[in-house]
């Protein structure tokens, strides 16, 4: 995914690239150096607040994200009251998003928002807070609350700026968003299956159908459902659910694997009737 800086943070600067900011190229990787190289930089750079946010889109532009935080972040601890202090907030939080540090780029962004509620770029702070949850999505073998506050701050953006294209983009990650949550609970419903646990595992099987439809899982889930009705010996259960997994999905090999399940179900239960299973499953569906 690309990350983008925004537009207009980076064409209302009218500045010329100022000098001093290529500290970082020959950095013997210590951190000692690496402080008195910034130390350095920092006395180069024109400390208007001009020069600062010069130095620090300079700064992103060659990727150096620590420096351009430093930039940004020294901006508004000496020029707080400055026309350019707002804007340096939120490209602060763009430079540690870009640095991977979530926590410190949601919480530049919360007081962002809670301070600049009709900024031009607001939009963008509550995309840019959605992305640091949505980055940070685990896989469905781990604990989703980070895709539940990711889903919870994509709606947010969808609902507040709906014809935005930040809303048109926050809508497709809420579909993957929902694919983690539905694979967290066939995760848990699978365990309870193999446990024997089969109210439990109903419990999560039908809340993937109920409330995650549009995901991949629904097929996979209709059919352990199937599964345990048959082990249950909740044989009308299973039919009907087999039959809204073949009417939804009949290319679905758990479909197959469902069909498979009631006709071999069916022929045990009748062994002396040529047929049966075949009449039995025609008749349901």
Known sequence: MTRRLPTLLVL????????GCSWFDNWDGKQASLDGERRIANATVDPSPEGLYGAGVEALQARRYAAAADYFDQIERDHPY??????????????EYQRNRYTEAIGALDRFIQLHPAHRDIAYAFYLRALCYYEQIAD???????????????QDVVN?????????????????????LAGKEMNIGRYYQRQRL???AIGRFKRVVEEYQTTNHVPEALHRLTEIYL????????????????HNFPGS?????????????????APDRPGFARRAWNWVF
Do not use: I
């Open 253 to 269: 090999p758990w479909y197959q694997d469902s069909y498979a399940l009631l006709v071999a179900g069916a022929e045990a239960s």
């Open 140 to 154: 469905a073998q781990r604990d989703q609350r980070t895709t539940e506050q990711a889903m919870a701050a994509l």
């Open 12 to 19: 209302c600067l009218g500045l010329a690239a100022l000098p």
């Open 231 to 246: 082990t249950l010996g909740l044989t009308e259960e299973a039919k009907k659910t087999a039959s809204v997994l073949g």
């Open 198 to 200: 089969y109210a439990a």
């Open 82 to 95: 400055s026309t350019w202090a707002t804007n340096a907030k939120l490209m602060s939080a763009y430079a």
């Open 160 to 180: 507040r700026f709906p014809e935005t294209a930040y809303a048109r983009d926050a809508r497709l990650k809420l579909d993957l968003g929902r694919d983690h």
